[in-house]
Nanobody
Framework: QVQLVESGGGLVQGGGSLRLSCAAS????????MAWFRQAPGKEREFVAR????????VYADSVKGRFTISRDVAKNTLYLQMNSLKPEDTAVYYC????????????????WGQGTQVTVSS
């Protein structure tokens, strides 16, 4: 089983940037499809971006397309989310997720989750 730990969240002004990291351990990182989701207070968990096992294929939610970039470094066992041009509506707890068999934009498809990292964007 893979264990996931997110970091890199914080408070940033609108228009600013943050880079989230998700460190994986316990199982070969390259064996997993990976994704980022987010959840704002009172809202359902929302898909942000996902990446294939090789890193060669990525998919983004329309709300972040052109502003966020998902990537993975197999040598470092780490998943990244570069977030630029941040908006107040990006405020949420961000989670990384992993699954061995499915790449999906639906959060219930993922079996492994990190604890989340808070991102707050001020206006």
């Amino acid at each position: 089983q893979v264990q996931l730990v997110e970091s890199g969240g914080g408070l940033v002004q609108g228009g600013g940037s943050l880079r989230l990291s998700c460190a994986a351990s316990g199982s070969p990182f390259g064996s997993y499809f990976m994704a980022w989701f987010r959840q704002a207070p009172g809202k359902e968990r929302e898909f942000v971006a996902r990446i294939s096992k090789s890193g060669g294929s990525t998919v983004y939610a329309d709300s972040v397309k052109g502003r966020f970039t998902i990537s993975r470094d197999v040598a470092k066992n780490t998943l990244y989310l570069q977030m630029n041009s941040l908006k107040p509506e990006d405020t949420a707890v961000y989670y990384c997720a992993a699954d061995k068999y499915y790449s999906s934009s639906y959060y219930r498809q993922y079996n492994y989750w990190g604890q989340g990292t808070q991102v707050t964007v001020s206006s």
